[in-house]
């Protein structure tokens, strides 16, 4: 099993930064990516940004947040940070980590790929 727990949401105004953390533990495997979801009220949980070292360090980013939220893995301490800067209204969703999926680059933008999940931290943008 993998627990992996959410911190760092919160409220933030519009072209602010708010930085976001997932430490996992349990039977962690450096083969399964990592990565970032969010929903919003009545909206489908969609991909935000994933890590993956499997074939190589690579890193994927939703067009939406290309170029103002930033990925980061630190295999010393098992998390997965999510800088977020820029934020928009639209930003403004509960925010979740995951892993135990992304095997192939296919896959690694789907939530339904993902066995382990956090409870989710939510993350409002105000104007």
């Known amino acids: 099993q993998v627990q992996l727990q959410e911190s760092g949401g919160g409220l933030a105004q519009v072209g602010g930064s708010l930085r976001l953390s997932c430490a996992a533990s349990?039977?962690?495997?450096?083969?399964?990516?990592m990565a970032w979801f969010r929903q919003a009220p009545g909206k489908e949980r969609e991909f935000v940004a994933a890590?993956?070292?499997?074939?190589?360090?690579?890193?994927y980013y939703a067009d939406s947040v290309k170029g103002r939220f930033t990925v980061s893995r630190d295999n010393t301490k098992n998390t997965l940070d999510l800088q977020m800067n820029s934020l928009k209204p639209e930003d403004t969703a509960v925010y979740y980590c995951a892993t135990g999926g992304g095997l192939i680059t296919s896959s690694v933008r789907t939530w339904a790929a993902y066995s382990y999940w956090g409870q989710g931290t939510q993350v409002t943008v105000s104007s």
């Open positions: 349990g039977r962690t495997s450096s083969n399964y990516a």
């Open positions: 890590f993956r070292r499997s074939g190589g360090t690579t890193y």
